[in-house]
């Protein structure tokens, strides 16, 4: 029971850590946009077709794409928080899905369900 | 793709002056140039890659009573899942080396059902397979695994592998790592026993 708890503990605080580190740590992408491709939401295109690729179909991204969004104005290193922010954010929802799942079928082990 | 050179410059070129004597130094020593995988955690570190380095440490090489062999397995299967090439010759080499077995390794990731490994294992790939294929599981598929003989804690360490490895492999194919060749993969594949993901 202990490893479970401190396991629990290390990965909530890890990937507490990651996403805080994207989403409100220093970037050059404003935070608004940042939690936007988190949540593969809310974007125009070019962009749009970008972030919802990384999201869903990853293997689909191509230079087109990419040379796309910097036609459209925006910066390698805008870009690179971009994809990072979207392939973060699906992976979150994943693992947040099957965490809270988890802690459903198990009652009596305390879950933190921290991913969500 | 444009040749070996990932899609974003920055990613090619843009690394600060130490870090680019690093890489020149890791070529000298290994023969064999810095994985992508490896170069972009190197990028901008603060943002994302200092962080994820840690976590990706702990799943990977943390306290587990899933073997550091099980757990590239994991990583391995979840990147054919993604059908994403690096990660799966990557991981499959560092397994391979961990079990000392390439054959068992290769057998999980073409017929998972038929592989000599134990059922807790397997158990555990299909619902990482599942939950990467459809980005979701039911309280179905999680009372069949923990039927199976898995452990609260032990799914919870392989949820973090996977969490680790569909982040990855997602940044792998938009930013274009080059796949090196097999003999750059067992290079690399003995550090990452050796040293982890620090």
């Known amino acids: ?16 850590a990651v996403v805080s580190s994207i989403l409100q740590g220093k970037g050059v992408t404003a935070k608004d946009q940042r939690q936007a491709a988190f949540e593969n939401v809310n974007f125009q295109e070019p962009l749009k077709t970008l972030v919802d ?26 870009i690179f928080e971009f994809i990072i922010c979207a392939a973060v954010g699906q992976a979150s929802r994943q693992y947040a899905n099957a965490l809270a799942i988890l802690t459903e079928v198990t009652p009596g082990n305390e879950g933190s369900g921290y991913a969500s | 793709m444009k040749g070996v050179d990932m899609r974003l410059e920055i990613l090619n070129k843009g690394y600060a002056f130490t870090t680019k004597l690093l890489f020149k130094i890791i070529r000298t020593v290994s023969g064999y140039p810095v994985p992508d995988a490896a170069r972009i955690v190197f990028y901008r570190p603060e943002f994302y890659g200092t962080p994820m380095k840690k976590f990706t440490h702990r799943a990977m090489r943390g306290p587990s009573s899933w073997s550091v062999g099980d757990r590239e397995m994991m990583a391995a299967y979840v990147s054919k899942i993604n059908e994403f090439t690096f990660c799966i010759k990557a991981h499959n080499a560092v397994a391979a ?5 390439k ?18 294992l397997r158990a555990t790939l299909l ?11 039911n309280t179905n598929d999680m009372r069949a695994l923990l039927g199976s003989g ?17 982040t990855t492999n997602r940044l792998a194919d938009a930013f274009g790592f080059f796949v090196p060749s097999d003999e750059a993969m067992e290079s690399g594949a003995k550090y990452l026993l050796m040293r982890g993901y620090k």
């Open chain 2, 150 to 166: 898995v452990s609260r804690a032990q799914i919870e360490d392989a949820l973090a592998v996977c969490f680790a490895f569909n």
């Open chain 1, 53 to 78: 690729k990384v999201a869903k179909n990853a293997y689909k991204v191509t230079d087109s794409d990419i040379d796309a969004v910097k036609k459209s104005g925006f910066s390698e290193d805008q």
């Open chain 2, 127 to 137: 619902m990482l397979g599942k939950l990467t294929r459809e980005q979701t599981v």
């Open chain 2, 103 to 120: 054959a068992k390794v290769e057998m999980v990731l073409t017929n998972l059902e038929a592989a000599p490994i134990g059922e807790p």
């Open chain 2, 97 to 101: 080396g961990a079990y000392r077995d």
């Open chain 1, 1 to 16: 029971m202990k490893n479970i708890i401190k396991s629990t503990f290390d990965f909530e605080q890890l990937h507490k």
